[in-house]
């Protein structure tokens, strides 16, 4: 199987985390990388660089405003008397229509959901290949590929149009699905990520031109808490073209498997050709944020189920963090879609 990765997205490595009012080392560290490039390789994955496409096709899913934002936001940052070496926010604005100020600290808040997304010297830089790489992933896919691996690092799913969280910066699943749109598919994506994945649900609500479907741990007592609940199926034209399937915490092999039957039985309804799936390895049962009991052999078995749909796979890593199991974990899942 192709995978491809480009190396400068090690060069974001967020030194803070906070949560429930202390501040731990970010598990979303550059170490993902070097287990989950050795899991591919297991799996017999050959990586490749991405080609550069440029900014347009990140410009397709996010603001320029954003965008601009994320650019310039850390050069603003350092001008601050006495500002910390990250971009992290401590105000917000109560809706997306409150005034958009001037103020670096108050164009923080109103672009980062959270404190899970500091912004570095290097972020923007790791975040622009990580979504290089998801196009390229998309592109091969719409070439002939059957299945691809995107080592998109930092993750994705968080991210809104306009909007940074939960380690998220730019919204790769999302930005390889309009991908394949431009070269004329049907995509649906499928987020096993043990997160609800909110920003790509954002960012598609009001569309019915891509399908979205999350399972994940229940969003009542797990992040990110406002977004992920069954009753949320679209608007507008979207109405009916997404789908969550939130999980009880702790939910096993066979409790995952039994409602991943009922996203793949949507994803045949909805007359996709191409699936991007958010690859997140996290609802594993010894994963750090311990929301699902999924095990290796679990994630299998998953993937078998994925690739029976049969069907052109973008595979567009999102969460699964440091631990033991990390690397065979993503072994076992390529191995299955293989």
């Given at each position: 199987m192709k995978a491809v990765f480009d190396n400068r997205q090690r060069l974001h490595d967020p030194q803070h985390f906070m949560a429930n009012g202390r501040t731990y080392p970010s598990p979303e560290a550059p170490e993902r990388i070097t287990r989950l490039m050795a899991g591919a390789q297991a799996a017999g994955c050959s990586f490749a660089a991405p080609q550069d496409a440029g900014p347009g096709p990140i410009a397709a899913v996010h603001s320029a405003e954003y965008l601009h934002f994320l650019q310039t936001i850390h050069a603003r940052w350092q001008r601050i008397p006495d500002a910390g070496p990250e971009v992290i926010p401590n105000i917000h604005p109560a809706t997306r229509g409150d005034n958009y100020p001037k103020s670096a600290v108050g164009q923080a808040g109103y672009h980062q959901a959270d404190t899970a997304c500091p912004i570095g010297a290097q972020t923007w830089t790791a975040a622009y290949w990580s979504a290089q790489c998801a196009i390229t992933g998309a592109d091969l896919v719409a070439g002939g590929?059957?299945?691809?691996?995107?080592?998109?690092?930092?993750?994705?799913?968080?991210?809104?149009?306009?909007?940074?969280?939960?380690?998220?910066f730019l919204?790769?699943?999302?930005?390889?699905?309009?991908?394949l749109r431009g070269h004329g598919l049907r995509p649906a994506i499928l987020d096993i990520d043990v997160h609800h994945g909110n920003g790509t649900q954002g960012i598609f609500?009001?569309?019915?031109d891509v399908l979205t479907l999350s399972l994940h741990a229940d969003p009542d007592r797990f992040y990110p808490f406002f977004w992920g609940?069954?009753?949320e199926r679209g608007e507008g034209r979207g109405m009916g073209c997404n789908l969550n399937l939130p999980l009880p915490r702790g939910t096993?092999?066979?409790?995952?498997?039994?409602?991943?039957?009922?996203?793949?039985?949507?994803?045949?309804?909805?007359?996709a050709d191409a699936v991007v799936v958010a690859l997140g390895l996290d609802a594993h049962v010894d994963d750090p944020f311990k929301g699902l009991a999924v095990t290796t052999e679990g994630f299998h078995a998953i993937a078998m189920e994925i690739a029976a749909l049969?069907?052109?796979?973008?595979?567009?890593?999102?969460g699964g963090y440091v631990s033991d199991a990390l690397g065979a974990n993503l072994t076992a899942f390529l191995k299955g879609i293989a």
């Open positions: 590929e059957r299945a691809v691996y995107v080592l998109s690092r930092p993750p994705g799913h968080h991210a809104f149009a306009d909007l940074a969280g939960g380690f998220c919204n790769n699943s999302a930005i390889a699905a309009a991908r609500y009001a569309r019915d609940g069954a009753q096993d092999d066979a409790g995952y498997l039994e409602a991943l039957k009922v996203a793949l039985a949507r994803i045949r309804a909805f007359g049969d069907l052109p796979l973008v595979l567009v890593q999102e």
